[in-house]
Structures are given as structure tokens and as C-alpha cells.
């Protein structure tokens, strides 16, 4: 089933490269293309817990953004049967183009350029670039890293922010750079770095999956943050006006909330796990003001 969903995905892709892209699309509203077909197909990450993930030799998908589209997908299109697609971050922007995808439920972000090629829901995540430390170290805001060891990841945006606040607040960092996330964690748990900056929700894994989870936390403001939402076909405004309004309802009554602790609070498989990650204040803003703004707003 696996081999089955990523050569549909393939197939999709070298149609839209060969000019056979879905002109049912271009022609049909996404709510009637549907109801026409009596299913949905919905985009899914195969490893980006606790957003979207697969879970087990079962290939149940599962996660933050999974669940939030199945809960508008069930509001929206009640009788339509959900058809599960593994893509990745690379593939979802044209899959959803074409007409393969109904919509992607993985963690991508919007910003002006995707813009461009799909729409987005409203804001369901901020992802912030945050520090990890351990918990005995005493550090607990960025202005405790001025003049230490500081680790992250290669090529990450991380490394960016860290050398724009080290401009922009006149101090230094001894920035140590790691091939990727788990060598960059291995610095700091080593002890040869004070902290490691990387997304919240990376890290939260990382620390998750770490050989003593409790001896680590996240700490300390925001060096920047990014937008996640849902993505769907682009000029299909009442395909978005549905999504919207479900996703409101879930904010107004506190469903989402409740969504979000469940993947982000509480203990999660397939390690029964807890990420400790709270709703940061910014999301919480969002609940309370929704909106579908690009990441270029955020960075202002």
C-alpha cells in the first residue's frame, strides 16, 4: 500500500510534467469534485510527528494536521470517503496544483511565493525558533548566550537568526555548527554546547526521543517564527470559506485547543511520549483573531 500511494504520487507528478495535469480542476469546484467522486484525497507526511506521521506496519496516519483535516473534512464533506496520500515537502505544492490532492494536511509553511501557487487555511501552527538546554544549566533567555557555545544545524534558519540577533543586540555566540539535528543535540548533551537552537517542535521530539527527556527543556524567547496551515487548490474561494469556517468553529469551542495538547502536551505514540510543548501565546492570539497570513508578516 505504501509503494502504491508514493507511485500514484509519482504518476501525478509526471502527468502535471507531460501537460496531463487534472483539467477536471480547473473547470470544477473542489466541494463539487468531491461530491462527484465521493471521496477526498488528503495529503499526509510519513515522518513529521507530532504534525503528521504513520504509525505502525498498519499505515494509519495520525497527527496534529491529520486530525484537524479529518475534523473539517467529517464538518464539510460528511459523506465522502478520506483517501490517504504519503508526499513530502517537495511534492504537495504541485500535487495539490494539478488536482491529486484535495488538500495537504502536513506541516508546511505559507508564505508569499507559495502564495502564488496554492492557498492556505488559517494559521493552525507558529512554529518558533527556540532554544533547548538542560535543565541544571540555569540558562533561560537569550541574553545568557552572549559569549557561549551555541549549537545548530547546518543550513537551518536557526544559524540565520542566531547571526541577525548577534547584529542587531551587538554581542556574539560561539556558534557551533552540527550536520544535523541529532549531532547538534549531541553537542549540547554533551555538554560541549550551553543550548540548541532549532524549531520548538523539532526539538520537542528530539527531546522526546532523547536518552533522558526529563533533563532537558525549552526555554527563552522566540528568534523567529513561521505560519503553518493547511494548503488547497488556489482560486477556489468557496472550497476555503468552508475550510475556514470549520476551523473557526474548532477554535471558538475550544476543539482545537484540546487537539493541540493531545499531540503537543500529552503522551503520544509510538513511544507514549510527551513533546511538553505548551501553546505558545502567539498561536493562542490566533485562536482568539484568526487569520491566513504569510510568513513575510511575521518577519516584520
Not at 487555511?121 to 533567555?141: N, P
Not at 527563552?220 to 469556517?245: N, Q, Y
Not at 473557526?248 to 493531545?262: A, C, D, H, N, V
Amino acid at each position: 500500500m505504501k509503494m502504491q500511494l508514493k507511485t500514484l504520487a509519482t504518476a501525478a507528478l509526471l502527468a502535471v510534467a507531460f501537460g496531463g495535469a487534472s483539467a477536471q480542476t480547473a473547470t470544477t469546484g473542489t466541494l463539487d469534485k468531491i461530491k462527484a467522486n465521493g471521496k477526498v484525497v488528503l495529503g499526509v507526511r510519513e515522518a513529521s510527528p507530532p504534525m503528521a506521521y504513520m504509525l505502525g506496519a498498519g499505515e494509519k496516519y495520525v497527527g496534529y494536521h491529520v486530525e484537524l483535516c479529518e475534523r473539517v473534512l467529517k464538518d464539510i464533506a460528511p459523506n465522502a470517503k478520506l483517501e490517504y496520500m504519503a508526499v513530502t515537502a517537495q511534492n504537495t505544492i504541485p500535487l495539490v496544483q494539478n488536482g491529486t490532492l484535495d488538500i495537504g494536511c502536513g506541516p508546511t509553511t505559507n508564505n508569499t511565493a507559495r502564495q502564488q501557487q496554492v492557498a492556505f487555511a488559517l494559521t493552525t501552527y507558529v512554529s518558533e525558533v527556540r532554544m533547548a538546554t538542560k535543565v541544571d544549566s540555569g540558562i533561560t533567555t537569550l541574553d545568557q548566550l552572549a559569549g557561549r557555545n551555541v549549537s545548530a544545524s547546518t543550513g537551518t534558519t536557526a544559524v540565520q537568526l542566531l547571526r541577525k540577533r548577534e547584529r542587531a543586540q551587538n554581542v556574539s555566540y560561539n556558534t557551533m555548527l552540527g550536520k544535523d539535528h541529532l549531532e547538534s543535540f549531541l553537542l549540547m548533551e554533551s555538554g560541549r554546547a550551553d543550548a540548541f537552537v532549532l524549531d520548538d517542535n523539532l526539538l520537542a521530539g528530539i527531546i522526546a526521543n532523547s536518552k533522558s527527556p526529563a533533563s532537558y527543556r525549552i526555554v527563552g524567547e522566540a528568534l523567529g517564527s513561521e505560519p503553518i496551515a493547511l494548503l488547497f487548490r488556489k482560486d477556489d474561494p468557496a472550497f476555503k470559506t468552508a475550510v475556514d469556517d470549520s476551523l473557526r468553529k474548532l477554535m471558538k469551542s475550544g476543539e482545537l485547543e484540546k487537539i493541540y495538547t493531545k499531540w503537543f502536551v500529552a503522551a503520544i505514540p509510538p513511544k507514549n511520549t510527551s513533546l511538553n510543548l505548551p501553546m505558545s501565546p502567539a498561536l493562542k492570539q490566533l485562536m482568539l483573531e484568526p487569520n491566513d497570513k504569510p510568513l513575510e508578516t511575521y518577519t516584520k
